[in-house]
């Protein structure tokens, strides 16, 4: 049973569009977030969520928008893709708080065309 | 703002030779430090973490080196082997219950 798990893998899209990248842990973990991933390898927090509850948003555009219909999923949906939105998206659960460790699901490329 | 950052971007070693990876952090308020390697195409795999009140931790083969008097924290990795060929992150929790805080990562090559 994979611990978190992201889909889809591959995300193509055209800009303008608009899309929806889910994640689902199995761990029991109360808080889960989503990072970015440049072409760099920098990973940059967006969302954190505990229990289903907004705790962090890092400044991100509100075309993203996260939902977590429970604290075992937290979505992601954005609109109007852009050029810029390409990138590497990772899931990831923690039990309580961040200083326990993350967890990782094992992203989603998206790449906008 | 304050951030974490590596040293080196790039570390080659042959097989069998112990690696140390450097990562200098800058927030006074972090008490938690994680290492995490991530290979490609695959999402970051802990590695091994330490809080503020060690100044060592071990695991198998790596062990984490914590000096909080110049904010410098290390990986060592004992008898490297080609599967250890990843990029390596760390990263801190700055004082926040909610988020870590990683740094730029280093890409290490093991060469047979």
């Known amino acids: 049973d994979t611990a978190v798990s992201q889909t889809p893998k591959y995300l193509v899209t055209q800009m303008g569009n608009d899309k929806s990248i889910k994640c689902e842990q199995n761990?029991?973990?109360?808080?889960m977030y989503w990072y970015k991933q440049d072409s760099k390898k920098f990973l940059k927090i967006m969302f954190s969520?505990?229990?289903?509850?907004?705790?962090i948003n890092e400044t991100v555009p509100n075309r993203f928008s996260p939902k977590s219909p429970d604290k075992a999923h937290l979505n992601l949906h954005i609109n109007s893709l852009e050029l810029g939105d390409s990138a590497v998206y990772f899931c990831?659960?923690?039990?309580?708080?961040?200083?326990?460790?993350?967890?990782f699901g094992s992203g989603t490329r998206l790449t906008v065309v | 703002g304050e951030s974490v950052g590596l040293h080196l971007p790039t570390l080659s070693v042959q097989e069998g030779d112990n690696s140390i990876i450097n990562c200098a952090y800058s927030?006074?308020?972090?008490?938690?430090f994680i290492w995490y390697k991530q290979e490609s195409g695959k999402g970051p795999q802990f590695i091994i973490d330490?809080?503020?009140?060690?100044d060592k931790r071990q695991g198998q083969r790596v062990t984490v080196l914590l000096n909080k008097t110049v904010k410098h924290l290390s990986l060592q990795i004992a008898a490297t082997q080609p599967g250890d060929s990843a990029v390596y992150f760390c990263?801190?929790?700055?004082?926040?219950?909610?988020?870590?805080?990683f740094g730029k990562g280093t890409l290490l090559t093991v060469n047979p």
């Open positions: 969520y505990n229990n289903k509850e907004l705790i």
């Open positions: 990263a801190e929790d700055g004082g926040s219950n909610y988020k870590l805080t």
């Open positions: 330490i809080r503020s009140n060690m």
């Open positions: 927030n006074s308020a972090s008490d938690y």
């Open positions: 990831a659960s923690s039990p309580a708080a961040a200083n326990y460790g993350y967890t």
């Open positions: 761990l029991g973990h109360d808080t």
